[in-house]
């Protein structure tokens, strides 16, 4: 099956099909349906790669996540997070290419900057000072990171007030009267993780509280991470009452 056929038996231009097929939003609608119609009865597959080398679009979006399989697989964040992007890429006829960082992050991000499969590639959680971010904009490539980089005002970025709701919490334990108040952090080259130290102590010292360091321990935002962290947090004294 061919756009030619395609076109030929909806009555309508093989560039029309090539339109429709393309989300262009000059079609009109009962062209359109017809269209998908008879794409849906002939189970037609585009040509991705055709259709990229004609019109330099893959209507492909990639999501890297540059964390260790223990912690994409178990931890429920990731999995709601593919499933939106997904879901998101899935209505606007893109598609959703997933990437996880097995070996070097640096192999992974050079593949992505030469090879250009894709239209857009999302980067979640962005890492400090990840030194292929620059090479990534200069190359033209539309990025969004989930998360955001300290100082990089030139990137689109979605990102949760971390400080503010560490903070918020830290507040909450206050006021039910608890002072000995410890943390488990995630990895600290991740700025999520920073922000929200960050927000845990403004919240201690605006109550006049500087906790000890022995009450901050470094994890991974996975269970067996936060595991680690808590066993060596019981062994502290004196032990935190929250």
Known sequence: MTLEEIARLAGCSRSTVSRVINHDPNVRAETRERVWQIIKEQNF????????????????????????????????YFSMLIQGCAKACDEHGYYLMLSLVLR???????????????????LAPPLI????????????LPLVMIGRIPGR???????????????LATQHLL????????????AMNLVGALDRLEGYLCALLEAGIEPPQEYIQEG???EAGGKRAMQRLLQV??????
């Open 220 to 222: 991974d935002w996975s």
């Open 45 to 76: 597959q585009p040509n991705l790669a055709a259709r990229a080398l004609a019109g330099r679009r893959s209507r492909v979006i990639g999501l890297v996540i540059p964390q260790p399989l223990s912690t994409i697989f178990t931890d429920p």
């Open 237 to 242: 004294t004196p032990r935190p009452d929250a």
């Open 104 to 122: 070097q992050a640096d192999d992974t991000y050079r593949w992505l900057i030469h090879a250009r499969h894709m239209d857009g590639l999302l």
């Open 129 to 140: 000072n990840d030194p292929f971010v620059p090479h990534l904009l200069n190359k033209r």
């Open 175 to 186: 006021e039910l009267g608890y002072t000995r108040i410890a943390t488990i952090t995630g």
């Open 153 to 167: 005002t030139d990137i689109s970025t979605v990102n949760i007030d971390n400080i503010k709701g560490a903070s």
